[in-house]
């Protein structure tokens, strides 16, 4: 494996070297030590990955996904699966995009839930979500390709410095799509094959749960906190 991780890494620094010859502009030496590190962490990472797992552990994988879920979460680095499912393989049928929509991804989200026939849809929502506040402020510089992608972003206010305001927004949005969805999926909705939950990543503790909780916000459009604690699928005791 050293071997092998080896050889990958001289592939790609030579590969590098070949474009920054052809580039009328060069990386800088301290761009490619950076680059470099960034491949090594991947590396190395996915090498201590493969040796924490027993050797049939992807037997199981092989031959198709049955994922218990479609799960909608935003791009941000700082919302990842092992928040919401210590062992993901196999488990979510991940669409990622900035501000967590569901008209971005539409095909991806039909998907898992019309051909993996998977029996929940999560839509995820975080603190601090950068899309949601590009909504709110509208800065200037953001690219068309960015500001298309913005469009079925649903916000509260345009303070993006309000913390409050951040936080109706983020919930705002997660209820837009949670909306948007659920006008798609009626039918297998009304039926029973389908939930629909919205909830917030929240490593901020705007809840005031504890950083990094997830915060139940709607559940197939019902958003009053008191109602969701009542329903037999998330009232666990």
Not at 12 to 27: E, G, R
Not at 46 to 55: C, I, M, S, T
Not at 78 to 107: C, K, M, W, Y
Not at 122 to 132: D, E, K, N, Y
Request: glycine content about 6%; overall charge neutral.
């Amino acid at each position: 494996m050293q071997k092998l991780n080896f050889v990958i890494l001289i592939t790609f620094l030579f590969n590098t070297s070949s474009l920054m010859a052809q580039s009328p502009k060069p990386v800088s030496k301290s761009e490619i030590n950076q680059v470099r590190e960034i491949v090594r962490h991947v590396i190395e990472s996915n090498d201590e990955f493969v040796k924490r797992l027993p050797p049939d552990y992807f037997n199981q994988l092989i031959h198709g996904q049955k994922p218990m879920a479609t799960m909608v979460t935003c791009a941000d680095s700082r919302l990842h699966t092992h928040a919401l499912d210590i062992h993901p393989d196999g488990d979510l049928f991940l669409v990622r995009n900035i501000g967590n929509q569901v008209s971005t991804a539409e095909g991806s989200i039909e998907y898992g839930v019309r051909h993996l026939h998977t029996p929940v849809l999560f839509i995820i929502g975080h603190s601090s979500c950068g899309a949601v506040e590009a909504a709110m402020s509208k800065p200037a510089h953001l690219e068309p390709s960015i500001w298309r992608e913005l469009d079925t972003i649903k916000v509260t206010g345009n303070n993006s410095d309000d913390r409050a305001q951040v936080k109706e927004s983020v919930e705002s949005n997660v209820n837009h799509q949670v909306s948007t969805a659920l006008k798609k999926y009626a039918t297998e909705v009304k039926e029973g094959h389908l939930t629909l939950i919205g909830g917030v990543y929240d490593f901020r503790n705007d809840y005031s749960q504890g950083s990094g909780r997830l915060v139940l916000i709607n559940v197939n459009g019902e958003t009053n906190p008191a109602e969701i604690k009542k329903m037999p699928i998330v009232n666990f005791k």
